[in-house]
C-alpha cells in the first residue's frame, strides 16, 4: 500500500513565524501536491512538483514556497506565518504525469493554528 | 470552479445500500470520473474511478449515464464506518492533471 506520512498532525505557530510542513511518500511516486482544506472551501491546490526540483503553483501559491529536493519528500514553507494560514494540510503523491488515470494518495493532514 | 453537482447530505441505514449521486454535465468526453471520500480527520481515500463503462472494485460500484452527464456510486452493504464525506471529480485532462473538488455528500450511516 502507498504510504504518504506528514510530519505532525497538529501545530501551533505565532504569527511571523517561518513554518515547515514535511510530506514523505514510500512509493517512488513522481507527483507529489500540497493542499489546504478550509470549512466551505473544499480543497484547494497549493503547490505540486512532478520531479526533483521542479514545482508549479497550484490556485492559491501566495504566502507559500515548496522544497522538492529529494523524490521522496516534499516540503511546504510558510516564511512568515499569518493567522489567515490556520487551516488543514493535506499532502498526496501520485504515480507520474502524464497518466490520465492517475490516482492521488493521501497523507492524514496537518492542522496548523496560527495565533 | 467544481464541475460537478453533489447533494450536500444523505442519510443511509447500516446493512443498506448507499447510492450516492452526482452531476457532471459538462463533462469532456476524455474526462474521467473519481471519487473519493475523507473520514472526518484524516486525509481523502480514493475509492474508484471511471470513463464511459461501469466499474467495480471492493469498495464501491460506479454507475455512469451512457450520456455521462451523471453518475452514482453505491456502497453495496453500507457500515457504520463509511460514515464520511464523499466527492465526485471530474478529472481535468491538462499538463497539470488537477482535481476539482467540491463540497462533497456528507453520508451518515444510521444503526
Known amino acids: 500500500d502507498v504510504k504518504v506520512t506528514q510530519s505532525s498532525r497538529y501545530l501551533v505557530k505565532r504569527t511571523g513565524e517561518k513554518v515547515f510542513l514535511e510530506c514523505v511518500q514510500d512509493?517512488?511516486?513522481?507527483?507529489m501536491f500540497w493542499y489546504r482544506q478550509d470549512p466551505g472551501l473544499g480543497l484547494r491546490l497549493i503547490y505540486f512538483s512532478y520531479d526533483v526540483k521542479m514545482k508549479e503553483k497550484g490556485d492559491i501559491p501566495e504566502g507559500y514556497s515548496v522544497s522538492r529536493e529529494k523524490k521522496e519528500r516534499f516540503s511546504l514553507i510558510l516564511e512568515s506565518a499569518s493567522t489567515n494560514q490556520t487551516s488543514m494540510y493535506l499532502c498526496?503523491?501520485?504515480?507520474?504525469?502524464?497518466?490520465?488515470?492517475?490516482?492521488?494518495?493521501f497523507g492524514p493532514g496537518t492542522r496548523l493554528t496560527v495565533l | 470552479d467544481a464541475k460537478t453537482t453533489q447533494p450536500p447530505s444523505m442519510d443511509c441505514a447500516e446493512g443498506r445500500a448507499a447510492n450516492l449521486p452526482c452531476n457532471h454535465s459538462t463533462i469532456s468526453g476524455n474526462e474521467y470520473v473519481y471519487w473519493y471520500r475523507q473520514i472526518h480527520s484524516q486525509g481523502p481515500q480514493y475509492i474508484i474511478h471511471?470513463?464511459?463503462?461501469?466499474e467495480t472494485n471492493e469498495m464501491a460500484s460506479l454507475i455512469i449515464t451512457e450520456d455521462r452527464k451523471s453518475s452514482t456510486l453505491i456502497l453495496p452493504h453500507a457500515t457504520l464506518r463509511d460514515t464520511a464525506v464523499y466527492y465526485c471529480?471530474?478529472?481535468?485532462?491538462?499538463?497539470?492533471?488537477?482535481?476539482?473538488w467540491g463540497a462533497g455528500t456528507k453520508l451518515i450511516i444510521k444503526p
Open positions: 471511471g470513463l464511459k463503462n461501469n
Open positions: 498526496a503523491s501520485s504515480l507520474m504525469q502524464g497518466l490520465s488515470t492517475d490516482t492521488q494518495y
Open positions: 512509493m517512488d511516486h513522481e507527483n
Open positions: 471529480i471530474v478529472r481535468v485532462v491538462d499538463s497539470n492533471y488537477q482535481l476539482i
